[in-house]
C-alpha cells in the first residue's frame, strides 16, 4: 500500500469534505491533528537515520495507539501497523510509583538455562496417524531435554534445602550459578547430585558471608552423607571457584555462628556483641597468634569449636544475668542442644577458659568483681 498522508486517511478527512480555508492549509490542519492525538495517545517524537520520502525530515512521531510512524514536517506516514514492544498490560498499583516495572506479562527469564527459560507449549495432539507420538516427543524434547533438565531439577532441590534451611533468594541463585559451573565442568556426571547441591549451598553461604556449619547443612538431606557433601565441597572449591570465591569459603569463623546461636536461645543483641568479642579474643580471626598472657598453646586450644562455643554462650548469658544487665536464664542443658555437644563438655571447657577470664572477657561486659561473685555462685546455678 503506498504511503498515506496523515490527514488523508479515513473518509470524514479528506481534503474535498473540508473547508476551504483548510485545504488551503493542509500543514495547519496536521498540526492541529497532532496535537488532538497527543491530548489520547502516547506519541514520542525521535530522530531516526531515513529520511522522509516527501520532505526529506528525520524526525518522526511514533503513534503507538495506531502503529503508526508520521513524519513530523509533512505528515506521511512512512510506517503503519508497526509492531508495539512494550507492554501488553500493566498494573495500576504500580502507576504511581516512580522506577515502576511495568512490564509484567509472562514468567522471568532464566540464564541458567540454554533458553533463557522460555519454551514452547504445544497444547492437545494429533489423533491419527503418527503425528500425536510426534508432538509428544517434541513437547518432551523441546522443553524438558538437554542439560537443561539437570539445571532445573537442582534448582528445585536447592531451593527445597534452602527453605529447609531458612536461606534467602540471593543465597539460592548463588547456590544454583555453582552448581551450573560444577555441572558445565563435568563433575556431576556419575555422582550425587544431592551432595553436590548441597556442597554448592555450602559455598553460597560462605560467600554471602552466613555462618552455616557442615553438620547443620548436611541435615537437611536424608539422600547423602555429611562425608559425601565434604567431597562434593571440596572438589567445587578446587575446580569450581574463582580465586575470590576461593578466598571467602575457605572456613567461617565460629564467632560468626553466635548471631543466630544467641537469636535460638532467646538473646539480644549485647549477648551477641560479647559472644563474638570473646570468642575473637580466645580464637583471633585468620590464623593470627595470641600475644601478651594469651601468648602460646592455651588448654581450649584441644577442644572443639562447638565446645567453645557452647562455653562462651553460658559464660556470657550467667554473666549478665549477675550483672543484671538481662534476665534471661538459660538452662546449660538448652545450649547443649543448640549447640549440638554434651553439658559436660561444656562446664569442662568453661574451666578452661575461667583462668583466663580477665583477658579473654570485654571490659564493657562486667566488672573483675561481678565476675567473681558469678563463679562464687557457680554460674547461676543454670543446669
Keep these: 500500500m503506498p504511503?498515506?498522508?496523515?490527514?488523508?486517511?479515513?473518509?470524514?478527512?479528506?481534503?474535498?469534505?473540508d473547508s476551504a480555508a483548510n485545504?488551503?492549509?493542509?500543514?495547519?490542519?496536521?498540526?492541529?491533528?497532532?496535537?488532538?492525538?497527543?491530548t489520547t495517545n502516547e506519541l514520542h517524537r525521535e530522530v531516526h537515520d531515513f529520511e522522509c520520502a516527501e520532505c526529506g525530515s528525520l524526525t518522526y512521531v511514533d503513534d503507538h495507539a495506531s502503529g503508526d510512524r508520521i513524519c513530523d514536517s509533512c505528515g506521511l506516514v512512512a510506517e503503519a501497523h508497526a509492531i508495539d514492544e512494550h507492554s501488553e498490560w500493566r498494573t495500576f498499583n504500580d502507576s504511581d510509583r516512580p522506577g515502576a516495572d511495568m512490564n509484567r506479562v509472562g514468567g522471568p527469564v532464566n540464564n541458567l538455562l540454554s533458553n533463557g527459560g522460555i519454551g514452547s507449549t504445544v497444547i492437545g495432539k494429533a489423533t491419527k496417524g503418527d503425528a500425536g507420538g510426534l508432538v509428544q516427543t517434541l513437547q518432551r524434547v523441546g522443553n524438558t531435554g538437554g542439560p537443561d533438565r539437570a539445571i532445573i531439577a537442582a534448582q528445585g532441590t536447592i531451593n527445597r534445602l534452602a527453605d529447609n534451611l531458612g536461606l534467602t533468594r540471593n543465597?539460592?541463585?548463588c547456590a544454583t550459578e555453582l552448581f551450573k559451573r560444577a555441572l558445565d565442568a563435568g563433575l556431576v556426571k556419575g555422582r550425587s547430585h544431592s551432595a553436590f547441591c548441597l556442597g554448592a549451598i555450602m559455598h553460597s553461604c560462605r560467600?554471602?558471608?552466613?555462618?552455616r556449619s557442615f553438620e547443620e547443612v548436611s541435615k537437611v538431606s536424608d539422600q547423602c552423607t555429611k562425608k559425601a557433601m565434604t567431597?562434593?565441597?571440596?572438589?567445587?572449591?578446587?575446580?569450581?571457584?574463582?580465586?575470590q570465591e576461593r578466598v571467602l569459603t575457605v572456613g567461617a569463623h565460629p564467632a560468626d555462628y553466635m548471631v543466630r546461636l544467641c537469636n535460638q536461645l532467646g538473646l539480644g543483641a549485647q549477648h551477641q556483641k560479647a559472644c563474638q568479642d570473646f570468642y575473637e579474643n580466645a580464637v583471633p580471626r585468620g590464623g593470627k597468634e595470641r600475644s601478651g598472657s594469651l601468648a602460646g598453646i592455651r588448654?581450649?586450644?584441644?577442644?572443639?569449636?562447638?565446645?567453645?562455643?557452647g562455653a562462651i554462650l553460658y559464660i556470657v548469658s550467667s554473666l549478665f544475668l549477675a550483672a543484671g544487665k538481662s534476665d534471661v536464664k538459660v538452662p546449660i542443658s538448652e545450649i547443649s542442644n543448640t549447640v549440638g555437644t554434651s553439658a559436660q563438655t561444656i562446664k569442662s571447657t568453661v574451666k578452661d577458659l575461667q583462668a583466663d577470664f580477665a583477658v579473654l572477657l570485654p571490659s564493657w561486659?562486667?566488672?573483675p568483681q561481678q565476675v567473681e561473685k558469678m563463679i562464687e555462685d557457680g554460674y547461676g546455678g543454670s543446669e
Excluded: C
Design 3 to 17: 504511503p498515506q498522508l496523515a490527514y488523508g486517511r479515513g473518509s470524514g478527512n479528506t481534503p474535498g469534505a
Design 23 to 38: 485545504h488551503t492549509d493542509p500543514l495547519g490542519r496536521l498540526g492541529s491533528a497532532l496535537e488532538e492525538m497527543t
Design 171 to 173: 543465597i539460592k541463585d
Design 207 to 211: 560467600i554471602n558471608n552466613l555462618g
Design 231 to 243: 567431597k562434593a565441597f571440596k572438589t567445587m572449591q578446587t575446580n569450581v571457584l574463582t580465586a
Design 299 to 309: 588448654p581450649w586450644d584441644s577442644r572443639s569449636p562447638p565446645s567453645v562455643t
Design 365 to 367: 561486659i562486667a566488672s
